[in-house]
């Protein structure tokens, strides 16, 4: 796509939207076809095991291929309840295409293109994939309506359970609704999944804080199970002078004010600095160039080599111009005299013995200090957890991260299952949209599980 710079012209509304729209083209039926046809078929396809879900990825692009799309993307959306968002958010480059058995002679199959395909035509078509079950009598909440919750909740309404979502957000589907940027994944994609949930009989209670609206005790006296799927919360503090200066932002909240227009002008023009270099980072960096900024820097306090964004993030930044300032660490945010932020000081840094997390630990370059004027800080180093909601159900966990069996993903209270971010982090699990879809499966058959298993013995012990 073309993407509005400023230059000599003056940039309006309309431009900013534009800016925001779907990058990648999606394939027209013949190129979907001639895709299709590409693919061998392999009798045990690597691209399957590669695949978190598991998704059956030859069978859904034979179906293409026959021109059964309704087929396919049921393939798909049954393996992965949130499949239509993963098909643009996935690392296919990592997971599946990087599997496909093609990279050792020619280009692997655009399997993530060809999913979206499938899922594109299941949402312009309206089609309902999947019917509730057989309702059991059985009543299961789930704390959070993002990929892991709506996962959870897709799989227990087809197998016959009275399921509510409560969400703290207006809408649900967590991440995937708000917090991935809209030029990747358009917010209605995450919402179509959200009602295909909703029309199995799953209840969604939005605006809903578990603490606030409704209590812990409440929920755990009402329902058969519970599984929480609360994500993380904020980005913390950056600890650092002027750090209360107008103008110092929080990349969650920054990404998320962009997946809902109409945008401002604010950004025009301006000089930003993004400080960290995850994704989250890249989101923040590259949202701030559509948003018109003239200058954008990410500031890291270790290297490249260290960065923890995926590779295409980081050359897709690099493609929006976007400057990259490594191994350097703010030290404080300068004011001018109305409070809004002026400059950056930072100061150089190299790296030492590695820390626990087997990075090399950055030090100081002593008298190394130095300033970058800027006109806006986005602070994207990672985020903090629900402790006290954590706590609150009595659950045992380390630092925030629930500690879980991780055959049933049950935590320290019987009743109460974990999955999501909510478990990512102290060797648990993986940070991505689709391990936290396949956590939520697992959840919802070990709760099925659990219930057959002292169903039966109710039945002997009679």
């Known amino acids: 796509m073309h993407l509005n710079r400023v230059k000599n012209k003056k940039i309006s509304l309309d431009d900013l939207r534009v800016n925001f729209s779907e990058i990648e083209p999606a394939l027209t039926q013949k190129e979907a076809m001639d895709e299709a046809n590409r693919c061998l078929y392999c009798y045990d396809a690597p691209c399957i095991q590669a695949c978190p879900t598991g998704i059956n990825i030859p069978s859904f692009i034979k179906k293409i291929a026959s021109g059964n799309l309704k087929g396919s993307a049921k393939v798909i959306m049954e393996a992965n309840p949130v499949g239509a968002s993963c098909a643009r958010v996935c690392p296919t480059e990592e997971l599946c295409e990087g599997a496909c058995v093609l990279n050792d002679a020619s280009l692997p199959i655009m399997i993530g293109n060809l999913q979206r395909h499938a899922t594109n035509w299941a949402i312009e078509n309206n089609a309902q994939l999947f019917e509730a079950g057989q309702v059991n009598g059985k009543k299961v909440a789930i704390i959070g309506g993002g990929p892991a919750g709506l996962s959870s909740a897709r799989e227990l309404a087809r197998l016959g359970y009275e399921v509510t979502i409560f969400e703290a957000k207006e809408k ?8 991935i940027v809209s030029f990747r994944l358009p917010q209605e994609i995450s919402l179509w999944e959200v009602q295909q949930v909703e029309n199995l009989g799953v209840t969604i209670h939005t605006n809903t804080k578990v603490g606030r609206d409704i209590q812990v005790e409440e929920i755990i006296n009402n329902y058969d199970a519970v599984i929480l799927a609360i994500g993380m919360s904020k ?9 209360d200066a107008e103008g110092v932002y929080d990349a969650i909240e920054f990404v998320e004010n962009t997946k809902t227009p109409p945008l401002d002008h604010q950004f025009v023009g301006k000089r930003i600095a993004v400080i960290g270099a995850g994704n989250t980072a890249i989101d923040a960096a590259t949202c701030s160039v559509r948003l018109g900024a003239a200058d954008v820097k990410m500031v890291y306090r270790r290297t490249e080599a260290e960065m923890t964004a995926y590779e295409f993030e980081y050359e897709f930044a690099k493609q929006d111009g976007v400057e990259f300032r490594w191994l350097t660490q703010p030290t404080k945010i300068i004011k001018d005299e109305s409070g809004k932020v002026k400059a950056l000081e930072c100061v150089s840094m190299e790296l030492g013995e590695p820390d626990e997390s087997g990075r090399r630990r950055p030090v100081q370059v002593p008298n190394s200090t130095f300033t970058m004027e800027v006109d ?27 500690k879980i069996d991780t055959e049933t993903h049950q935590t320290s209270n019987p009743k109460v299952y974990a999955a999501g971010d909510v478990i990512f982090g102290d060797g648990q699990g993986d940070a991505m949209v689709v391990t936290a879809a396949q956590q939520g499966k697992l959840t919802a ?18």
């Open 172 to 179: 649900a589907g967590g991440l995937d609704t708000f917090g």
């Open 235 to 243: 980005v913390p503090m950056l600890g650092i002078e002027g750090e």
């Open 376 to 402: 806006a800080v986005i602070k994207a180093i990672g985020q903090t957890r629900y402790t006290s909601l954590i706590e609150e159900f009595g659950l045992e966990h380390n630092w925030g991260v629930v």
């Open 445 to 462: 058959h070990a709760i099925h599980q659990k219930f057959i298993a002292e169903n039966q013995v109710a039945i002997e012990s009679r």
